[in-house]
């Protein structure tokens, strides 16, 4: 047998073996072979050193052999073209190298270009994989670097390893670290590389997420949406545009309140896109912070074939650019009627999110809460007139054991509650209408305004309407009158009728003195309670919705331009609002025109001040100790013009009285009461009153609740 000669059988099973590797041991056999070549040179190198007279090679051969450049990246390559023993390995290289080439799921090939590596790059890549997937190069690469410590991959030895000449020249923006494909350190006189172990993971198949981003990607679910031409039209826009502009940048708007189905909308329309879809959390990050996220997302993005859906936010909006390898499309996800600012090089698709349909918030309420079916139908129309519940609230209630309306109601409220923050303060609404005193003609009108409030959604899902009125779709009223009248208790009777929760805006963190501020602060809490399903209160209205001032200088026109947006903003809330002031005059005449309702709320006349005397003391002091008291409650009433709020605050402070002196409650401590209310006016009890007013004073209360009061 002619042992010069392979053996056939042999290469075949070589052959055989070769075509089984996977891409990793292709690579990793590369390199392998390239180090076999570079080391047969550094030991021929070495061979023909000089030694010293001893026949020794010392440190000062070894400089010498450095000063007279026996290393020659030159000599090096016609040694490897001309040496028998180099050409047998350079034959095997092309081998591997062709097997790479030939490979038809080449994930090397795609990250090339994806990051558009050059060839000197992808070299460094490789040789970072293959350390990465043989740790025992290391001890190789020391070897090929003539330095025990010099165990890591340099630029250096790379270029030497593949022919690129003494040194690989990485340009600073080189997609190898821009895009954190390898980690550079520094490292004594030259930096090292490692491979990044995600992209390891995907050069060897395995599909995972960046552990730095573990804890700000979630898979949102998707279901399919309940607006589905509209949906389906954007598909197809977004399928045209992706294959005619494959280097174009695409941003998707969706916007609409939260729980509105924006994040399961996107998930969708990437589905159907052949993509799929994580949802990036930056809630709380410096601008630093979320550079660096976005840029690690993309890179995700692209190695996973995900769109990623981002949470709108200030730094995104000012810094969102289409860079040349940033994924082709982008999903922002935006408050209600809060489109992002166009962007130059970027084709934006938006989407404003629909409030459900009351059949579409029915079926879905019967297929996430199957109890639903078993409530009232009267029950049922209220939480699903006056509640309008987003896709995300009923999911949510369906997660819960409910058994009543009522409960399904508050769990809708607590969803709510913290949209607007520090905005605005809950209002506790414990009162019913048996609790106001007020004339009838005012009566009839808030519960006209209750009745609006309950039929308004299903009016407004009438085309023919929805068209003639393409604005005001809201329902506002201003509350005016003196302090104390009931504007405030009116309000919360009406939310407690509705079941939906009173804010009171504080016009504090409203109001601005700097141009501009205002309109942005009343937009923030429109957008954040378009769909809470509450009633916004705004109080002291003169602050927000005042007269428009004479235009005089540069200031005044701001401030009225301020006013413009604010009559603006009010046409668009589609919500419920109610504006308290003490002077109708104050507000702006333009603001009156689009109010539905202004009522006026006077101060009670004598029959109703007795009313609410008897309302008041009846509800703490029982019916017994009421009767007692009546003849002078009959005197309070005819002599004395309170307000509502000061009866109640008067009869309070005179409980206080009584019981510090360990009294009975009688006349006297109900005079001291009204006294302290009348002295924040600057009033007082006339003598002429007090004195009608106690020749009664010996009747007392003596009742069998006193003890308790």
């Known amino acids: 047998m002619n042992h010069s000669e392979p053996d056939t059988a042999v290469l075949e099973v070589q052959n055989e073996v070769k075509t089984s590797f996977g891409l990793s041991e292709w690579m990793l056999q590369r390199i392998r072979l390239l180090a076999r070549r570079r080391i047969a040179w550094i030991r021929c190198v070495w061979q023909q050193a000089p030694a010293n007279e001893d026949k020794v090679h010392d440190f000062h051969t070894e400089v010498n052999a450095y000063l007279d450049d026996l290393d020659d990246p030159e000599m090096e390559k016609k040694w490897q073209e001309s040496a028998p023993e180099c050409q047998a390995l350079t034959a095997q290289i092309i081998d591997w190298e062709q097997l790479l080439l030939e490979q038809a799921d080449n994930r090397l090939r795609q990250l090339e270009e994806l990051f558009g590596l050059s060839v000197a790059e992808s070299d460094l890549l490789q040789t970072c994989f293959a350390l990465w997937l043989d740790p025992n190069l290391a001890k190789v690469f020391a070897y090929l670097q003539d330095h025990a410590s010099k165990s890591q991959v340099s630029t250096s030895m790379v270029a030497?390893?593949?022919?690129?000449?003494?040194?690989?020249?990485?340009?600073?923006?080189?997609?190898?670290?821009?895009?954190?494909?390898v980690q550079k350190q520094d490292q004594g006189a030259e930096p090292i590389y490692k491979i990044d172990p995600l992209v390891a993971k995907w050069l060897m198949g395995l599909d995972d997420f960046d552990e730095r981003l573990a804890d700000l990607i979630c898979l949102p679910s998707h279901h399919e949406p309940l607006q589905l031409a509209d949906a389906r039209k954007v598909v197809s826009f977004l399928k045209r545009m992706l294959e005619a502009a494959s280097s174009q940048g695409f941003r998707l708007c969706i916007a609409g309140m939260p729980g509105s189905g924006r994040k399961s909308l996107a998930v969708w329309i990437a589905a159907q896109l052949g993509l799929a879809a994580m949802q990036i959390d930056v809630d709380g990050m410096d601008k630093e912070q979320i550079a660096l996220v976005y840029r690690q997302v993309q890179r995700q993005a692209w190695l996973s074939h995900m769109v990623p859906i981002w949470t709108d936010s200030e730094w995104l909006r000012a810094q969102f650019r289409a860079g040349p390898m940033d994924f082709q499309l982008q999903v922002l996800v935006c408050e209600a009627a809060s489109f992002p600012p166009p962007v130059t090089d970027v084709i934006d698709c938006k989407i404003e999110m629909q409030a459900l349909t009351a059949d579409q918030q029915k079926q879905l309420w019967e297929e996430c809460v199957p109890a639903f079916v078993d409530w009232?139908?009267?029950?049922?129309?209220?939480?699903?007139?006056?509640?309008?519940?987003?896709?995300?609230?009923?999911?949510?209630?369906?997660?819960?054991?409910?058994?009543?309306?009522?409960?399904?109601?508050?769990?809708?409220?607590?969803?709510?509650?913290?949209?607007?923050?520090?905005?605005?303060?809950?209002?506790?609404?414990?009162?019913?209408?048996?609790?106001?005193?007020?004339?009838?003609?005012?009566?009839?009108?808030?519960?006209?305004?209750?009745?609006?409030?309950?039929?308004?959604?299903?009016?407004?899902?009438?085309?023919?309407?929805?068209?003639?009125?393409?604005?005001?779709?809201?329902?506002?009223?201003?509350?005016?009158?003196?302090?104390?009248?009931?504007?405030?208790?009116?309000?919360?009777?009406?939310?407690?009728?509705?079941?939906?929760?009173l804010f009171r805006i504080d016009m504090s963190s409203i109001v601005s003195k700097y141009v501009g501020e205002t309109s942005k602060n009343l937009e923030r809490i429109l957008s954040r309670a378009q769909g809470m399903n509450a009633i916004l209160l705004f109080d002291e209205a003169d602050a927000l919705f005042g007269k428009r001032t004479e235009v005089k200088d540069a200031h005044d026109r701001y401030a009225n331009t301020d006013t413009n947006y604010l009559l603006q903003a009010i046409e668009n809330y589609p919500g419920l609002a109610i504006l308290s002031s003490n002077k109708k005059g104050n507000i702006d005449s333009a603001f009156m025109r689009r109010l539905r309702y202004v009522l006026e709320f006077p101060k009670p006349e004598a029959e109703h001040r007795l009313l609410i005397w008897k309302k008041v003391m009846g509800d703490v002091l029982g019916q017994e100790a009421l009767q007692q008291l009546t003849p002078q409650l009959h005197t309070l009433a005819e002599s004395l013009e309170l307000t509502g709020a000061q009866i109640k605050y008067a009869f309070l402070s005179a409980l206080f009285v009584a019981r510090q002196q360990k009294e009975a409650l009688a006349l006297p401590h109900l005079l001291q009461g009204i006294e302290r209310e009348m002295m924040k006016e600057g009033r007082g009890i006339s003598q002429q009153q007090r004195q009608q007013l106690q020749k009664n004073s010996s009747t007392h209360l003596n009742h069998p609740k006193q003890s308790q009061t």
């Open 376 to 501: 009232p139908e009267a029950e049922q129309q209220q939480l699903i007139n006056t509640h309008q519940a987003t896709i995300g609230q009923i999911v949510s209630a369906g997660q819960l054991p409910l058994r009543t309306a009522a409960q399904a109601m508050e769990s809708i409220r607590q969803s709510n509650r913290h949209l607007l923050g520090k905005l605005a303060r809950l209002v506790t609404c414990p009162f019913a209408w048996d609790d106001l005193i007020l004339p009838d003609r005012l009566t009839r009108s808030l519960q006209d305004f209750l009745f609006e409030a309950k039929e308004r959604s299903l009016l407004w899902e009438n085309p023919t309407l929805s068209r003639l009125f393409p604005q005001g779709k809201g329902l506002f009223a201003l509350f005016y009158g003196p302090s104390g009248t009931g504007k405030t208790m009116a309000a919360q009777v009406i939310a407690a009728s509705l079941g939906l929760d």
């Open 160 to 181: 030497r390893l593949f022919g690129h000449g003494r040194q690989l020249l990485l340009d600073a923006q080189s997609p190898l670290t821009m895009w954190q494909l």
